[in-house]
Each structure stands twice: as C-alpha cells, then as structure tokens.
C-alpha cells in the first residue's frame, strides 16, 4: 500500500506577467513529485488567476505562495504584502471562479498586514493514502525502572471500609 508524507513547500516571487506561468510550471512539478498528479490542473489554474490578479491590481508585487499537503487534503495559500489590495473589491470575480474550482477557500490577513487568499483541494476517495505513522518519541533521555513498593498482591486486596478509616482517625 502506498502512504502518504505531509509535504510543504514555499515560494518567494515578485509577480510579473512572464513569471505568472513558470510559478505555475513550478507548482506543477512540485505536486507531480509529490504524486498528486491529479491535483496539477486545478491547483495550477487557481494559483494562476490569483497571481494574474495581483499583478493587476496591487502595487507591491511580492508574493508568497505555499502549499500544503496532509495526505488527505491539499491546501494552497497567496499572500501579498500590499495593504491597499481590497480582495472583496479588487479580486472578486478571481475569488468567484476559485470558489467555483476549489472545495474550500477564504481570505485573511497577517499581523504585518498582507493578505493571504488560500483555497484547497481534497484527494477523492479512490486516491486518499495514510499517512506515514511517525515512531513515538521518549519524553525521558534515560527510563528508570522504579521498583514497586508493595507486592501485586497487596495492590489487589479490597480497600478498608469508609467507617473502619474514620474509627481508626479518632
């Protein structure tokens, strides 16, 4: 059976018409390695109408995209360091065609105050692979073995009455 690693990955660009196809070119590629073929057009197509609406709309061209991938469901995230961007306003017939694409989406901003427009994709039920089980870590850099104090059988032997504990306190 084939498992599934959690993947991420991070892009710095500075939006220009000619990189708005070599970011998806790249994006592209990261989701083939990643054998999430199935996952290249519709992921490729909605980071394209972004970018191609940051490049027309906002002033500051940097941008950041990353994305996620969790096994089950991939999430792709956008962000701009222009603060006059109005997504609601400036982006709204992009955020309506990414809707339309994508099984969730939304927009928020960072407390440096770039918007960050991210929408995600899930695996269909044929192609949902686990995840690859981590090996539980030690919280302790050396196990002591503490000796029990009283013997398995005396743990055992029932409990004194409530009125015999209180008879022996006074």
């Not at 980071?47 to 999430?75: C, P």
Request: with cysteine; charged share 25%; net charge negative.
């Amino acid at each position: 059976m084939k498992t599934a690693v959690p993947c991420y990955y991070h892009l710095d660009v500075e939006v220009s018409p000619e990189r708005v196809g070599q970011v998806s070119r790249i994006l592209g590629a990261h989701l083939r390695y990643w054998d999430l073929e199935n996952l290249v057009d519709p992921v490729c197509r909605n980071a394209e109408l972004l970018l191609r609406a940051i490049d027309q709309h906002a002033t500051d061209k940097a941008t950041s995209v990353e994305m996620w991938w969790n096994g089950q469901h991939l999430i792709t995230a956008v962000g701009g360091d222009d603060r006059d961007l109005r997504p609601d306003q400036d982006l709204r017939a992009c955020l309506a065609d990414i809707a339309a694409m994508s099984d969730g989406w939304g927009c928020c901003s960072s407390e440096t105050g770039s918007k960050i427009i991210w929408f995600s994709r899930r695996a269909r039920t044929g192609e949902r692979v686990p995840l690859v089980p981590t090996a539980p870590e030690p919280s302790l850099r050396q196990v002591l073995q503490v000796p029990r104090a009283l013997p398995a059988a005396a743990l055992a032997a029932p409990a004194p009455a409530p009125d015999d504990a209180l008879a022996g306190a006074r």
